[in-house]
């Protein structure tokens, strides 16, 4: 496991070096304009069944910038490596933590997806964001 984040660490690093071309894999949220949400969707799916399973979700700034953030869930725990590095306006970090599920909260305007019981109390829990329309 150790080895893995090592391995995601060094690509986002090396990575960093300019802009960010989301791959066809990617889950990519616009603002809203999410891609690739079924792929979200087998994800969650897979972590309820306890199915290894890992993803990418690009979440864009108002300014455009990217955030990066992969989770990749072994069948017991979900880790989160959350990439700032290209938001020139936020903190320029590579952060890890360690997660045990995903929460899923509905209100008449949106479901939030959140990564519960974190080992980092700083964690962003709120992995995705979908409005109704």
């Given at each position: ?16 070096c300019g802009e960010y071309e989301p791959s066809k894999d990617d ?107």
């Amino acid at each position: 496991m150790k080895k893995i984040i090592c391995f995601m660490l060094i690509m986002l690093l090396l990575s960093s070096c300019g802009e960010y071309e989301p791959s066809k894999d990617d889950i990519v949220n616009k603002h809203g304009d999410i891609t690739n949400l079924g792929k979200f969707m087998q994800f969650v799916e897979n972590v309820n069944r306890g199915k290894e399973d890992k993803i990418r979700i690009v979440a864009y700034t108002v300014e455009g910038d990217p955030i990066i953030q992969d989770l990749e869930y072994d069948g017991e725990s979900i880790t989160l490596i959350t990439d700032t590095t290209r938001d020139k306006f936020g903190s320029g970090s590579i952060n890890t933590s360690t997660c045990k599920s995903i929460k899923i909260e509905k209100t008449q305007e949106r479901t939030d997806y959140l990564l519960d019981g974190c080992d980092q109390e700083s964690t962003e829990n709120i992995v995705l964001v979908i409005w109704n329309k």
